[in-house]
């Protein structure tokens, strides 16, 4: 039974659709990737899963009956779903430290808070080392390491992750993948990642889905998309 | 000026700086970290005030025992005022702000009007072992009534800080201003911290509107010429910092104290004002802001 299904998913902004009918589904461990250049709707679709945007149709199922399409936030977190979202947004004036203690903010979480904390020093050496400064000072690739550990002090089953690479320069691009996959490895995580980058998702995702004005264009294992050169010319620009 | 009344005038503007961080510090939280324009704050506090004059009346209460009293009363008077305001301006969106602003203005307005139908327009005072006595040390003389109303701003500004740093709450009350949407992926409700911020907020308040009247005597129309003073505070502080505030509160005490005492006396009621252009013109951020 897929851990995460969607199912002819419609969801947009007023009078914008941007989502005609998507479907996807994302199995217990396995890592997906939502590819697709600017625009074409990964991020609206995590929205919706997130439960920060509520879709105009279509169904979203949690191990097969959880209906997630029309509860907030803070419920499908409780239901074990973090976003790691587009832009990062932590708390800039906010220390490291304090932006991932916020991360456990669930009072199921809070039981765990401390040894998650002290995982995640292990997971992101460089973060301990700074974690009284505010986070609105580190750079780039240090504050999408904060992110992911933000969401990760949640202990969350599936963690959906929107677009890690963005705007970091290609070597830090690489570490958190690696970061990524060895957390993949360690805690048998499930995740959804959108990426444009096709070179670096196909590193760690087992399957990918390619969205293009809203709707899914194609999907396969990684393997397809990487032999498929009409997909890859066509949809993604590599 | 010779030296003494100098010291004379910071130790006694030390004195009217604390006072002055006791009655900063919710609305350090109110808009310096929630975001509220709540200008209806020094109003709050007169109402913290006749609630001294009221408890000592029927029960021969100490002031500040009232306040510690009120505050419960006085935390759901501000998740119903908070309530309010979220539903009918904050989650309408863009105009919230101005619109918001002419909420409190009316809320302040009301509680004024309130404070003349049930006590009238004379002064009020209180009766206390401290009030009217002076510490002597030396030269100098320390009116009890200052000191107490310092020494409750500090604790009232110890409690908020370790509350604010130490509490997921605060943290969150913390982080709800900087990113709303951020604290709802981590499994928190935004409106619901607000809420409860906003609550705590009013709570002190019942403490400080005690400190006013152990300070002075009160009448309804006294929460006016607090507004400027508080708002320059905050945001002098940088928003939202309990340490910034106190200190913020400080030098503003100490200013218009020497200020007081010097042959230009007569403009002390604009040091606050000045001191905020002259701060956000030069350093935005405020004092103590990071
Ligand atoms: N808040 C919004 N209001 C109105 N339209 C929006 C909003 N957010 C996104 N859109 C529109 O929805 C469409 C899909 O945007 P979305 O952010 O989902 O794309 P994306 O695939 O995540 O792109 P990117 O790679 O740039 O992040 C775009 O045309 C965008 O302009
Ligand atoms: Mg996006």
């Not at chain 1, 945007?53 to 409780?78: C, F, M, N, W, Y």
């Not at chain 1, 990524?180 to 096709?198: D, H, I, S």
């Not at chain 2, 072992?129 to 500004?157: C, K, N």
């Not at chain 2, 997921?168 to 709800?176: I, K, P, S």
Request: proline content about 4%.
């Amino acid at each position: 039974m897929p851990d995460l299904s969607v199912t002819d998913l419609h969801a947009g902004y007023g009078a914008v659709r941007v989502l005609h009918g998507v479907s996807l589904n994302v199995r217990h461990g396995e890592t997906v990737a939502l590819l697709g250049t600017n625009g074409n709707g990964k991020s609206t679709l995590m929205k919706c899963l997130a439960g920060l945007l509520r879709p105009s149709g279509g169904q979203i199922l949690l191990d097969g009956k959880l209906e997630l399409g029309d509860v907030p936030p803070q419920d499908v977190v409780a239901a074990g779903i973090s976003l790691v979202p587009e832009g990062r947004r932590l708390f800039p004036r906010l220390s490291v430290e304090e932006n991932l203690v916020l991360g456990a903010f669930r009072s199921e979480a809070r039981a765990t808070m401390y040894e998650e904390l002290e995982k995640a020093w292990e997971t992101f050496p460089v973060l301990r080392e700074k974690r009284r400064q505010v986070a609105g000072s580190l750079s780039g690739g240090q504050q999408q390491m904060v992110a992911i550990a933000r969401a990760l002090m949640a202990c969350p089953r599936v963690l959906l992750v929107d677009e890690p690479s963005v705007g970091l320069a290609p070597i830090l691009v690489a570490q958190v993948i690696d970061i990524l996959a060895q957390l993949k490895a360690e805690r048998g995580l499930t995740v959804l990642m959108a990426e444009q980058n096709f070179q670096q998702a196909a590193r760690i995702a087992d399957r990918g889905y390619v969205l293009v004005h809203g709707e899914v264009a194609f999907n396969g294992s990684m393997a397809e998309l990487t032999e498929s050169e009409a997909v890859r010319v066509l949809y993604l620009g590599v | 000026m010779d030296l003494e009344l100098l010291i004379d005038a910071l130790v006694a503007g030390l004195l009217l700086g604390g006072f002055y961080g006791a009655l900063s510090l919710g609305l350090a939280i109110a808009f310096g970290l929630l975001d509220v324009p709540h200008i209806a704050h020094p109003a709050f506090a007169l109402l913290g005030a006749y609630g001294a004059v009221l408890m000592q009346g029927w029960f021969g209460l100490d002031p500040v025992l009232s306040g510690l009293i009120l505050a419960l009363p006085f935390y759901a008077l501000g998740v119903a005022v908070y309530s309010f305001y979220h539903t009918t301006f904050e989650r309408r969106g863009t105009d919230a702000g101005l619109r918001g602003l002419a909420f409190f203005f009316g809320v302040a307005f009301v509680a004024e009007v309130i404070l003349i139908l049930l006590f009238g327009i004379d002064q009020r005072g209180v009766r206390a072992p401290y009030i009217g006595r002076a510490l002597v040390l030396g030269e100098f003389r320390l009116p009890w009534r200052m000191l107490v109303a310092s020494g409750v701003a500090l604790a009232i500004a110890g409690a908020m800080a370790l509350w604010l740093s130490r509490t997921y709450v605060g943290r969150a009350v913390q982080a709800v201003a900087q990113d709303a949407t951020a604290l709802s992926l981590l499994g928190a409700d935004p409106v619901r911290v607000k809420r409860i911020g906003f609550g705590i907020a009013t709570a002190s308040v019942a403490l400080s509107g005690a400190l006013l009247v152990v300070v002075g005597p009160v009448e309804p129309g006294l929460a006016r010429i607090y507004i400027g003073k508080v708002f320059a505070i905050v945001v002098l502080a940088g928003l939202g910092s309990v340490g910034g505030t106190v200190l913020a509160a400080l030098l503003l005490g100490v200013i218009e104290s020497v200020m007081l005492s010097s042959p230009v006396a007569s403009w002390t009621p604009a040091v606050a004002f000045g001191l905020l252009l002259a701060v956000l013109g030069l350093r935005p951020q405020g004092l103590f802001g990071r």
